[in-house]
């Protein structure tokens, strides 16, 4: 192990999407992450690359006599995180109360989509449910057209993993301060609203319009969004100084008049087509080899298969090998305690008495 987090103990209760994500993220900075899971999971899918970096030990939470070496083991921890329905883990006799009684520094992560209360905590939701009903999924796609999923990236990573992460965090440093520890109530819902709070300042100034396309970051600009080219692919753009617009211009040669066209809505239309005009022109590689380094604010638009072979990508170290498989590199990077993948998804299951030996 090494990493900023070499030392801390963290007891993961198996769930799936943000909390594995989570965790993935505390592992690849050095934490020591255990996850609880139940008989007869099936390990060893060197695919599952949110799975890597942890040690797994199967136990029947129902079974009282699995339940007290889970309890010894979260004795031991610095941070819990589990995903379950707000109550579950009561009814188990693992919640906050139980556990702060018995641990008193322990950090207690929860992660839901709904949160801990609320009209909505018991109901079952997914990713594009929790963003809809915070405004941003409805802010995304085409003019006209219905709202468009941005993967689950907004939600259950974005307002889920990151903001659990940094509350878990928070918590420890209070930690050190005060001596106790106490609950990080992570919703989706509250993450992602935290997430839109650019746009909801804009709305407020009267200049973000609640209709898709229509928008400076929506693809609403014709300066900042993606273009066909000449081989079927497509390219994208984003100069939204007036400096770098004016340095696409020049090395597109977009036609004079529509130089200044920029933040003239009504010219935004005719802007738009010879955008779509010029990039046609060429084929995606011709236009990258043209463009890409320059201050035009330019990208190819890549497939996931293609990502991890671009010259930046490689350059960085981006993607990792582990065991014949390409893992995104840990993220952020550190001068002094650089973060290390600690190893593909388990292959096996380790005895909790291992663990505990290996926590004394």
């Given amino acids: 192990m090494s990493g900023p987090l070499e030392g801390l103990k963290v007891v993961e209760f198996a769930g799936l999407g943000p909390g ?51 309890l010894q083991l979260v004795d031991r921890a610095d941070v819990l995180v589990e995903g379950f329905r707000p109550g579950v883990m009561e009814r188990l006799g693992l919640g906050p109360d139980v556990i702060a009684a018995r641990n ?31 405004g941003a999924l409805h802010a995304i796609g085409a003019p006209g057209g219905a709202p468009v999923p941005p993967l689950n990236l907004v939600g259950d990573y974005g307002g889920g993993s990151l903001y659990l992460v940094v509350g878990i965090l928070a918590a420890l440093h209070e930690t050190q301060r005060s001596g106790r520890g106490q609950v990080v109530d ?7 609203n935290s997430l839109m709070s650019l746009f909801a300042s804009s709305a407020l100034r009267g200049t973000f319009v609640e209709q898709r396309g229509r928008n400076t970051l929506d693809g609403g600009a014709p300066y900042y969004g993606t273009y066909a080219t000449a081989d079927a692919q497509h390219v994208c753009i984003g100069p939204i100084e007036p400096q770098f617009f004016a340095d696409l211009c020049e090395r597109l040669g977009v036609d ?3 130089r200044d066209a920029q933040n003239d809505r009504a010219r935004w239309p005719a802007l738009r087509a010879e955008l779509e005009r010029i990039f046609l022109i060429r084929t995606r590689d011709e236009w990258t080899a043209l463009l890409e380094g320059s201050d035009a604010c330019f990208a190819p638009v890549l497939a996931l298969g293609e990502a991890r072979a671009h010259p930046h990508q ?29 190893g593909p998804a388990p292959s096996q299951a380790q005895g909790l008495d ?5 926590w004394e």
């Fill in 20 to 70: 594995p994500f989570a965790c993935m993220l505390l592992s690849d900075m050095g934490a020591d992450v255990v996850t609880i899971d139940r008989p007869g999971r099936k390990l060893g899918d060197r695919s599952d690359i949110t799975g890597r970096g942890r040690s797994v030990v199967l136990a029947d939470l129902k079974n009282p006599e699995a339940r007290a070496q889970v």
């Fill in 104 to 134: 008193p520094r322990l950090v207690y992560g929860r992660m839901t989509g709904w949160g801990q209360y609320g009209p909505l905590a018991q109901s079952a939701g997914h990713d594009i449910n929790y963003i809809a009903l915070t």
């Fill in 186 to 192: 992570a919703a989706i819902t509250d993450g992602v």
């Fill in 256 to 258: 004079p008049p529509l």
């Fill in 314 to 342: 490689v350059a960085r170290d981006a993607f990792i090998d582990v065991d014949g498989v390409a893992h995104p590199a840990p993220a952020p990077r550190f001068s002094r305690t650089p973060s290390n993948i600690q």
């Fill in 354 to 358: 291992q663990v505990l030996r290996r």
